[in-house]
């Protein structure tokens, strides 16, 4: 038996999942840091907050915006290779949506998997409804939240 339980508002165009006993004994608090840096075609790093701070601002040495830049593909996006300080944190969570497969485990302060799982390849921010999934005895089977 299918059944909704509620609902779930997106405001960061991510969702994690984990058990709320771990919020208090391993989330922690750390900046949020993805630099978001572009290799031009002529070699230069341009970075997000340092060399523009809105896409569609024109960079005077170019005479264009980021968002012109990488439209007339005269940049590409560099990996992000700074790993998160803490295995469990906002910063931690963006640095896994915002990578190559937009999803990924998320670990506990010891290292081992399992403290949560976020997702941001679903389309972005909302509120989505989220359904419980029973046997015939009642019992959860599945917790589902549809994003589409």
Not at 16 to 24: G, H, Q, R, S, V
Not at 56 to 65: F, N, T
Not at 114 to 128: I, P, Q
């Amino acid at each position: 038996m299918r059944k909704l339980i509620g609902h779930c508002a997106v405001d960061s165009g991510q969702i994690l999942i984990c058990d709320p006993a771990y919020i208090d004994s391993e989330w922690e608090k750390e900046e949020f840091d993805i630099p978001r840096r572009y290799r031009h075609n002529d070699g230069t790093v341009l970075q997000f907050h340092k060399d523009f701070i809105r896409y569609d601002i024109v960079i005077p040495k170019y005479g264009k915006s980021m968002n012109d830049i990488m439209a007339a593909n005269e940049a590409i996006e560099m990996p992000d290779d700074v790993p998160p300080v803490h295995n469990f944190s906002y910063n931690a969570c963006a640095k896994k949506t915002l990578g190559r497969s937009g999803e990924g485990q998320l670990n506990f302060q010891m290292g081992h998997p399992g403290v949560g799982v976020v997702n941001g390849d679903f389309g972005g921010d909302g509120y989505f409804p989220v359904y419980a999934n029973t046997d015939k005895d009642g019992m959860v089977t599945s917790i589902t939240i549809e994003f589409q």
